[in-house]
């Protein structure tokens, strides 16, 4: 990039040395012209008369030089201002030209097009984000508006009264449920966001990894013990420093997504090992599985496999894992098949 520039400089200047010797040039020969033609009698005519000459040649060559040199350097330089004045606006499909091979103005082609290409690339940036935004607040208008929806309509029916006490009951269950629901993905929507714009982890401290796992597990339990699930575990002791809120809020979505698409009878497994540059910890299980496509957007805000939404849960968890593991400097990846299981392994570093 320096020596583009420098590049760039060396031309700017030479291109303002040729119309200054240009200037000079065309200077001479325009007295010489006159003194040939008699205009100037000798060469010792007056000096007024030869300054104001010699003046008005030296405006005229420096004019059209230098809207030669606007033409040939600035005027991409000014749809590239133009086309930045769109984007201020909002309008981020906005795509500039690269200039010709063949173009005249190929002697800074090279420079201008590397402008350019950096330009485009930051305007399909900004229309991804925008696209983003969009689709966020989409998805976030739609999984907040239906259970809305659906505790404002058996909220009315509860109010009109004339049910069952079985129906009154079962309608309340379902107000709690939505409530819940949303409670829940109200919080991981603030949670993710702040986690979002954050760039470092506070509040680190060493704790019991292998401890805080089998706490995950105690307190899903309940979840567990109802689908009827073998829960295997095979814990190494791990005094692991870093923030034990944030790395609980991983388990808990790693370890009820286990729960949630495992079937009865199903099996869960989890494991936690020290290794030589940090600590591996899998969540496995017996379930049903992604598809490609599913595992293709499964850290996707709001992305649900399950299309028909039979199982609970908001698209957040994955994404919230995911930038959890992402500050703490891990990584997390996937492995899994159709209605063969599923594996997720968290490698955490010392």
């Not at 420079?111 to 966020?136: G, H, P, Q, W, Y």
């Not at 808990?252 to 079937?263: R, W």
């Not at 910890?281 to 649900?304: C, L, N, P, R, W």
């Not at 990584?331 to 392994?345: A, L, Y």
Request: charged share 20%; with cysteine; glycine share 6%.
């Amino acid at each position: 990039m320096k020596k583009r520039r420098n590049k760039l400089n060396l031309k700017l200047t030479f291109f303002v040395f040729l119309i200054l010797f240009l200037s000079n040039v065309a200077i001479i020969a325009i007295l010489v012209l006159l003194y040939l033609f008699g205009v100037i009698n000798t060469w010792g005519a007056a000096p007024l008369v030869v300054g104001i000459i010699a003046l008005g040649a030296s405006l005229l060559v420096s004019t059209v030089g230098y809207g030669f040199f606007a033409m040939l350097f600035f005027r991409p330089l000014n749809e590239l201002i133009a086309a930045t004045k769109r984007v201020a606006a909002g309008d981020f499909t906005v795509q500039v030209k690269e200039m010709p091979a063949s173009s005249h103005r190929a002697i800074h082609r090279g420079e201008i097009n590397m402008l350019i290409r950096s330009f485009n690339e930051m305007t399909r940036e900004l229309a991804s984000v925008e696209m983003f935004r969009k689709d966020f607040i989409s998805n976030f208008s739609h999984e907040f508006k239906t259970p809305i929806l659906s505790i404002r309509g058996f909220a009315r029916q509860l109010k009109r009264g004339n049910l069952t006490e079985e129906q009154k009951e079962e309608f309340t269950k379902i107000i709690a449920d939505e409530t819940e629901y949303l409670a829940d993905m109200s919080a991981n929507v603030l949670l993710l966001t702040k986690l979002e714009n954050q760039k470092i982890v506070t509040d680190r401290k060493p704790f019991s990894l292998d401890e805080q796992l089998r706490d995950c597990m105690l307190l899903m339990e309940t979840q567990w013990t109802d689908k009827s699930l073998e829960v295997e575990m095979a814990l190494d002791a791990v005094t692991y420093t870093q923030n034990p809120e944030l790395l609980s809020h991983v388990w808990k979505n790693l370890l009820s997504n286990a729960i949630k698409f495992t079937p009865v009878g199903g099996t869960i497994a989890v494991s936690c090992q020290k290794t030589e540059t940090g600590v591996l910890v899998t969540v496995s299980d017996t379930g049903i599985g992604m598809s490609e496509e599913t595992m293709a957007h499964m850290f996707e805000k709001f992305y649900q496999g399950d299309v028909s939404h039979a199982s609970a849960g908001n698209g957040l968890g994955l994404s919230l894992a995911a930038r959890v593991v992402e500050l703490c400097g891990g990584e997390i990846r996937c492995e899994s098949r159709p209605n063969e299981g599923t594996t997720f392994t968290v490698s955490l570093p010392d």
